[in-house]
């Protein structure tokens, strides 16, 4: 059974950092690209980074490299983290990591249940 749960939202201030980490679970890892979606109210849900099976990276042009995708490996658990500099109130969404065949693909197979990032003085 595929998992994909979310955690390390929260307030911060503009110009902080945040770290969100998604664990999946339940499907060969080396086989699946694991993408980092955002949805921010009255807005469509955007591409923020992605992490594909050949260790290459793909993100959204306002990500401007502020950041950075990653993958760590515990039992029978991945962790895709992903650690946000220099955070500007528009990155306030909820944000959700997904799994899908390619960085490219047109569509995710599975998704997590999103974690709330807010940015704000």
């Known amino acids: 059974q595929v998992q994909l749960v979310e955690s390390g939202g929260g307030l911060v201030q503009p110009g902080g950092s945040l770290k969100l980490s998604c664990a999946a679970s339940g499907f060969t890892f080396a086989d699946y690209s694991i993408a980092w979606f955002r949805q921010a109210p009255g807005k469509e849900r955007e591409l923020v980074s992605c992490?594909?099976?050949?260790?290459?990276?793909?993100?959204g042009d306002f990500v401007k490299g502020r950041f950075t995708i990653s993958r760590e490996y515990s039992k029978n658990t991945m962790y895709v983290e992903m650690e946000m500099n220099n955070l500007k109130p528009e990155d306030t969404a909820i944000y959700y990591c997904a799994r899908r065949y390619y960085c490219s693909s047109a569509v995710s197979l599975d998704w997590g249940q999103g974690t709330q990032v807010t940015v704000s003085s």
């Open positions: 992490s594909s099976t050949d260790g290459s990276t793909r993100e």
